[in-house]
């Protein structure tokens, strides 16, 4: 085996190291250090009990939504109903549940497309550069001029609505913001020199986009991906609320908000049950998104490295 | 000895517990020029901030500090704010950050003359343009409606300094004021702060880690390390004696030349890089839009050859084309015209096998030991990069056991493989980034300002390593610096390069005694030198 | 200068020659014959023949592309097939509802978000800037439309400071008509004032991290100084940014929340359309809409020239 190792004399000067800081280890103990950042453990709090929250409304809520109570209907907040009944009897605790996982899962998709279609444009755009960085960013440019209400207005004229709409009208707009997103890191990354290093390797463009680039984009990406989360969460809850998205028998936050807007004299209860959901998760993902990027921030590390 | 301009007394600095100056005094005179030497981490920028009262908020400082009977340490922001910029200026060391990008320079120029003079708009342009004539900046030629963004790093220093010395302070401090620019223009601004202050009889605390550039200007000295001083009086006798193990240790290593074997003896008469004509221009962008600016030839029919196992130097001022040049040598940029062979192969017309036998006779060193490494990568990926070169396929124990060797080669252990590159200090990642591009065995190693990042004596500790690759391995190198110490140092030959064009080329030792060329002539000049300065003013 | 907004100008061009493109795609060729969908399943053959003379849908895929951007080009907007009047007329009718609306929403955002923002990054670290960055936290994640309803609820249906619903019209009663606007007004500005003011606080300090405040303060300037002559102006960037994009999400805000103020704007316009499927209106109003994103990313552009000197040497 020694004829193939490199064989130079071996020197009696050792240099000795000293680890300055100590890396994380394992996934577990990178957790433990992130949950000391106050923004971060709120948020992963509060999204942990959302996302719980709509899991299990797959298989059970407190009550049957489907199901007319005429004889409750219209009660305030009480151990019984949490979030009081609306004008049909109907639990608004477990119609906040329902509308969660409509909620989530239109926005977690849309976040999907941007995720799966934006970051491949973003890479080729920053690795290729010339014309076909010019046409992908002013395709990005044509594309941001249509905000995901106008797409799914034009997409609701032509098939109707649906939640479906919803999805391709917020993924759509995803794409150039995360394509943006993307592009920007990955032309940042471009000009270090690890890169000129590595093509001096011999290493293709595909390949260092893999290897150097996106490993290095990643946290970006999480903490872009946290914040177009809770803006599809808005969305979908702002055009559900018009009539855009989610249509009945299938309940979703904004939904809600439309059915309570009649009733607003009579029922607030009804417009402050789906609106504090919206909040919560909104600032909860929001939160989890500032904590990554503080926890992840070059420039932070920087500091605690530097003291 | 008349009352001191600036009296600091027991001054001692810390961040959250950890003590970054530690009881440090000065007095400093009307006139006088003292220079305040250390490798980073020592304090030195510290020193400066805290005489400012600009320390970062979450400092602690204690001590006296004294500017014309003023206790500053003592006032709070509005006075301070009166002094700042009147009775005392700073200059930093990046110029290219330093000036606000959105405001014209004659604006904040005449900014500081308005908060402290009682004049009109239009005079405060008015002494602001003599500034600026002052620092050799004509308003004729250099307009005060210029942004920082069109001009250059020295002139930019050169507005810094403008503006520093508008109100002709008592007191200016220049923290590490040449370090981010060449030896040429270093030496113009040297040249321009000793006019200054002969001039206006201000003192200059001049802070560097070049005790060539301190032994130039400075009557007297401070030697910091690690926030404490080790030696401090006349700048002469304490080059001279060097009577303080750090001291000699620090003179020593700026003119440190490593021991050598053979020098050269064994390299052979074939040509190893053999470049012709070599033109590298950078088309603009044609558009139908008038005042498209021209193209920019960078590399102008550039010829030479290096023997192998040759050590050659490639200096030149910045800007002349040396970095470009290594981009077409190491085949990361295509040429406009002419060829490149590395060991017969033309890079030009080679095909991806015969451009991957280049690549692994050629690797590459930077500058920047902080930006050449994958920071999400161990060490063990890092060195490994370029084992992909190689045909035959290896196991991952193969694999090891060539990483480890290249790391002993460059007198780091084996053990470090699983790290990060953060956990390693400059002079560490430098070594990384050396055995990264010997893992291939190249038979030459292109290193784009290799040493320049690093402190006086790690720096020596790595132009030892590079001798040793050379001498000991065969490994001929190309040393593109603008430090002719480090040309002198570890080279045989030495081509000086000036707007593209290969000016001189010859033995290192001949260029730097007798230099032909006007360029040569230029950087043997402009280059600080310890013992030439010593001499110099011994003679006077 | 010029030779950057002459670039950007043909950029814009550019821009709006593919939105143009996708709008009429979507609209005029996805649906396949469009005249069948607005006629729905019941219609005549012979109605649905009449609509498509009507519409110009026999001719050729081109020239009806061109002859639809002629009119826009010209304010032709062809003619409702619901309403039975010109678009133009349709549109000019409800702008005059949207458009105060959304510059009102903006003024009142930007003039809210920037005083905080400055006072947050002139107190950074202190409990006045973290009460600031908790309150904006919130903001950000409250939905325009739901902070509408409780104000509704509130100033409307329980102090009754102000009708609910509804909109005079300017000609009949121009005091109460901007009434009428001043809750919406607030319901689309203050989470989007959360958003800007978070964003121009992190640019502030970003800004005053640099070298160049160092030397500044090394000059002399006072801390206010500092924050208000070389920190704004530095921060200004990346403000533009997001007042570009501010505009597009108002504009679409708008339309949500003239659902709730029942206020005749071009959102009423668009919704009353699509449920009567008249794809001509949906078609131009979704168009003058992209138009006007676009002209504002331009207007955006612009602004960064003026906002940073080393843009404008660029071509």
Known sequence: MRGLTLGYGVSDRMVTVVSKTRSPKTAWSWFIHAMRNRSFAVGITVTALVVLMALVSIVWTPYDITKLTIPDRLQGPSLTHLFGTDHFGRDLFSMVMEGSRNSMSVALIAVGVGLFIGVPLGCLAAAKRGWLDDVLMRGADVIFAFPALLSAIMITAIFGPGAINAIIAIGIFNIPVFARVTRGAALAIWQREFILAARAAGKSASRITVEHILPNIANLLVVQATIQFSLGILAEAGLSYVGLGAQPPSTSWGRMLAEAQTMMGIAPQMALAPGIAIIATVLGLNLLGDGLRDITDPQTENLAAHG | MADPLLQVKSLSVAFGGRSVLCGFDLDLAPGEIHGLVGESGSGKSITALSVMRLLPRNAIMAGNIILSGQKLERLGEEHLNAIRGDQMAMIFQEPMTALNPVQTIGDQIAEGIRLHRDVSPAEALDMAARAMARVELPPSRYPLSRYPHELSGGQRQRVMIAMATALKPKLLIADEPTTALDVVLQAQVLKLLRTVVDDTGMALLLISHDLGVVAEMADSLTILQSGQIREQGNAVSILRHRKHAYTRQLAEASTHVPQWKNRGQQASGNALVSIKNLVKTYRSKRTLLPNSPEDFTAVDDVSFDIATGRSVGLVGQSGCGKSTLARLILALDTPTGGAVQIDGIDLGTADQSQLRRARRRMQVVFQDPYGSFNPRMRVEKIIAEPLHLLNRKTTLDQQREMIADALRCVSLSPDVMRRYPHEFSGGQRQRIAIARAIITKPKLIVCDEPVSALDVSIRAEILDLFAELNDEHGMACLFITHDLAVARAITQETLVMHRGKIVERGPTAQIMDSPQSEQAQKLVAAAPNLERALKKRLGQ | ?315
């Open chain 3, 1 to 315: 200068m010029a030779a950057f907004i002459l670039r950007r100008f043909l950029m814009l061009i550019a821009t709006l020659f593919v939105a143009s493109l996708i709008v009429f795609a979507v609209l005029e060729i996805v649906p396949g014959d469009p005249a069948r969908l607005m006629l729905g399943l019941n219609a005549s053959e012979d109605a649905i023949e009449a609509l498509r003379n009507e519409m110009g849908l026999n001719q050729p895929i081109i020239p009806r592309y061109v002859s639809w951007v002629g009119g826009l080009l010209i304010g032709d907007f062809g003619t409702s097939y619901t309403y039975r009047v010109a678009v133009s007329e349709l549109v000019t009718e409800r702008i005059v509802v949207s458009l105060p609306l959304a510059i009102l929403a903006l003024a009142l955002s930007t003039s809210i978000a920037l005083p905080v923002a400055l006072l947050a990054a002139r107190h950074r670290g202190t409990s006045a800037d973290t009460a600031i960055m908790t309150a904006t936290q919130v903001g950000v994640a409250i939905p325009n439309f739901w902070f509408a309803l409780l104000l509704v609820y509130l100033f409307a249906v329980t102090l009754q400071w102000v009708p609910a619903v509804g909109f005079p019209g300017w000609g009949d009663d121009p005091a109460g008509s901007l009434t009428a606007l001043i809750l919406p007004a607030i319901a689309l500005a203050l989470p989007q004032a959360a958003i800007l003011s978070r964003v121009t606080r992190s640019a502030l300090l970003e800004a005053l991290s640099q070298d160049y405040i160092r030397t500044a303060r090394a000059k002399g300037v006072a801390e206010g100084d500092v924050l208000w002559k070389h920190a704004l102006r530095n921060a200004l960037i990346p403000v533009l940014t997001i007042l570009g994009l501010q505009f597009a999400f108002l504009l679409a805000g708008t339309i949500i929340i003239e659902n709730v103020f029942t206020l005749p704007g071009l959102g009423r316009l668009i919704f009353q359309a699509i449920t009567q499927r008249d794809l001509i209106v949906v078609q131009s109003v979704v168009m003058l809409l992209v138009v006007t994103v676009i002209s504002i990313n331009f207007l955006v552009d612009i602004a960064y020239a003026w906002a940073d000197p080393r843009l404008r040497g660029q071509r």
